[in-house]
């Protein structure tokens, strides 16, 4: 082969490689082009879908109900009307509850001032059932324990006003976090000029994420090993996408609403609103400023700074705020003084706890279920209003506790009392207190213990008596007799003396309890009649017809027992008692409505000339003690002992409310008290309390 072919040859070798090599490069490019814009398209259709995803999680979670609130239970309002008896010291008692500042000159909501007879006020604004209401500066003068007069900061008289009522408690299941919201109009400019002071200054200028804050969190991230970038990626992507749909405001309402801040034993603490009540005991528009200032350093790390386990590192923090929000002129110089020398100053860790009561919750549960709809009842963020009255509330707590323990004998340990208030007026609960022990959420007697009532039942005989016309005059055989029941057993009653007097008045026969005359009455009018007034007073039982009837046999619970004392009080008419007033939505529609149902079952002068006898119970019968015990009180009322001192009993009542007590043992044996050395002696001490003594 010649030199020719051979060059000839080798170029078209050469030529067949570089055209391979051209092609193995246009391939490649080829295939790099496909994989880019295959690529791009499955990142576009990710980013997109994933856009989807989130879009729709953010939605679920900020368009529609942000979280499934608890629900709000309230105590009644306290009504400040001229003319009405309230003492100065009780109303100073109810601002403290309401954790109202006491101060020198009141400057803001929230505090009160006392000059001599006055009490100076700045009511906090509140969404009441039938209006919202603002903040306003009130005086109110005494004189003897009542009001002359109410002006407002204008000195206009007032005829009347309502103080907020006080939160007792909020009502969510385990699968509910514990928050109170805040809206974002309601939360003070100091704080979150502060927060965004100490977390993220640039807020209203980026768009949703910060390139500077995200480079540092990588790097930081990346040096400890923990790369976590689809997860860093989410948070940008979710908060790209929130900036773009929701205003700053709103996500700041958010993020503040949302915020982890504590522990209260299994209940978490969810948000600035309800972090501000358990850290201070009140609401945040009240916070002093180095409060304001601890509140935002508890957010940089809740468990770190806890200030309750951590008090020395948490006042540090809070005052290095302080420091930034006087340097940065959110403060003055002598604000800022004032504010770094003062101590945590942490409300009591109980302080969310303290207010609601077992008894009257489980009162308000069955009371739910039995009168208020489903629909209703599964609403979030209810404000539920309530007839409790959070003095009678603290006043009935204190009588049975102590009360309990200055009647009981020796070897009494394990004595028990309970104490159902109404009002008189209305037909309402105002308090509820099922054992000594007032926060034991076990068995709760003032609804459940359904004991013999003794001679509590004998006023409904009489009554039976005067509304079919008998006389306080009709003469009653006090003689020995016997009886025989269906089965032909005898029952031979005594009085309680054991004595017979032969014959005496109605009158006298209720005010000294006698047993033996009551009897004779009773089969007189007829048993079934009796049986029949009962059920008109509110027992839905059955009754049987026995004897032993008219002199308590019949077993009731406190609360029954109040029920059926309430139309003797109401002149005769009959009205269910209710706990619930009503329940608004968290927008603030009316969604139930007590129904004020009443019913005429006696006739008033019947009624008048019972309460005119048991008035004389409390003055010279079976409850004469009260006249030493409380002097200067005008009470009418009953007392109630069963067999062998089983159970002690009193129902009391004054112009305006409905008292019932009970004293025993769980195991029903012998409290070895009768009604008046035991309940009555409770009932005293409610008393007590009421009139500030």
Do not use: C
């Not at 994933?50 to 609130?69: M, N, Q, S, V």
């Not at 003689?479 to 003396?497: S, V």
């Not at 008109?536 to 109040?562: F, N, R, T």
């Amino acid at each position: 082969m010649s030199k020719t072919s051979k060059v000839f040859l080798k170029n078209k070798k050469n030529s067949r490689k570089s055209k391979k090599s051209k092609n193995l490069k246009q391939r490649f490019l080829s295939f790099l082009w496909s994989l880019l814009w295959k690529g791009t398209l499955a990142f576009i259709a990710f980013m997109f879908i994933a856009g989807i995803y989130f879009d729709r999680k953010i939605e679920r979670k900020l368009d529609g109900p942000t979280w499934d609130l608890p629900a709000q239970v309230y105590a009644r309002p306290l009504l400040l009307k001229t003319g009405n008896n309230l003492s100065q010291s009780l109303l100073i008692k109810e601002l403290r509850l309401l954790n109202y500042r006491p101060v020198e000159s009141v400057q803001s909501s929230g505090q009160f001032s006392v000059n001599q007879q006055q009490v100076h006020i700045y009511r906090r604004a509140f969404d009441f059932p039938n209006q919202p209401e603002s903040a306003l500066k009130i005086s109110v003068n005494f004189s003897e324990d009542k009001i002359v007069s109410i002006q407002d900061d204008r000195k206009q008289n007032l005829v009347s006003i309502k103080l907020d009522p006080l939160l007792l408690a909020r009502l969510h299941s385990d699968q509910i976090e514990d928050r109170l919201f805040v809206p974002f109009e309601k939360i003070p400019n100091l704080f979150i000029d502060t927060l965004l002071l100490m977390e993220d200054r640039d807020y209203y200028h980026h768009q949703g994420i910060s390139p500077f804050a995200i480079l540092r969190a990588f790097i930081v991230n990346f040096q400890a090993g923990r790369t976590s970038l689809w997860r860093k990626f989410q948070e940008a992507y979710i908060a790209v996408l929130m900036d773009y749909k929701y205003s700053k405001d709103a996500l700041l309402e958010a993020y503040l609403n949302e915020v982890y801040l504590a522990q209260n034993g299994k209940s978490g603490i969810y948000g600035i609103g309800l972090a501000s009540d358990y850290y201070f005991a009140r609401p945040i528009n009240e916070l002093r400023i180095e409060q304001i200032a601890l509140l935002v350093a508890i957010i940089k790390g809740p468990s770190y700074y806890n200030p309750r386990r951590n008090p020395e590192r948490a006042l540090a923090r809070r005052d290095l705020v302080l420091r930034l929000m006087v340097e940065n002129n959110f403060i003055s110089a002598d604000d800022y003084k004032y504010a770094v020398a003062d101590t945590l100053n942490l409300s009591d860790k109980r302080a969310l706890n303290h207010r609601a009561n077992p008894a009257f919750i489980g009162l308000l549960h069955r009371e739910l279920k039995a009168k208020v709809p489903r629909s209703v009842r599964k609403s979030s963020g209810l404000h539920i209003f309530t007839s409790i009255d959070p003095l009678a509330q603290k006043h009935a707590e204190f009588a049975v506790q102590n009360g309990v323990k200055r009647v009981a004998k020796k070897n009494q340990e394990n004595l028990q009392g309970a104490m159902v208030i109404s009002d008189r007026q209305h037909a309402e609960v105002r308090a509820l207190v099922s054992g000594r022990d007032v926060k034991f959420s076990g068995f709760n007697r003032a609804l459940d213990a359904n004991r013999p009532i003794g001679s509590l039942v004998k006023p409904a005989v009489y009554l039976t008596a005067l509304d079919a016309g008998y006389g306080l005059d009709y003469h009653l055989n006090d003689k020995a007799i016997i009886l025989k029941n269906a089965t032909g057993q005898r029952w031979q009653p005594k009085n309680y003396d054991r004595k017979f007097r032969g014959q005496v008045t109605l009158e006298d026969a209720l005010i000294h309890s006698l047993n033996v005359p009551t009897v004779n009455l009773g089969m007189q009018v007829g048993l079934t009649h009796v049986i029949n007034s009962l059920h008109k007073m509110g027992i839905q039982e059955k009754i049987k017809a026995y004897p032993s009837l008219v002199l308590g046999s019949v077993s009731l619970s406190p609360l029954q027992v109040a029920q059926m004392y309430q139309p003797i009080t109401m002149k005769g008419v009959y009205q269910p008692l209710a706990l619930i007033r009503s329940i608004v939505s968290k927008e603030g529609e009316l969604l139930y409505q007590r129904a004020n149902k009443s019913q005429k079952v006696f006739s008033a002068q019947a009624v008048k000339q019972l309460t005119d006898t048991l008035h004389k119970v409390a003055s010279e019968g079976t409850a004469r003690s009260l006249r030493w015990r409380n002097p200067g009180q005008y009470f009418a009322g009953k007392t109630g002992t069963t067999n062998n001192l089983n159970d002690s009993w009193f129902v009391g009542f004054d112009s305006d409310e409905v008292v019932t007590t009970w004293v025993g043992k769980d195991n029903n044996k012998s409290a070895e008290l009768t009604g008046s050395s035991g309940a009555l002696v409770l009932f005293s001490d409610y008393m007590k309390q009421k009139k500030g003594k």
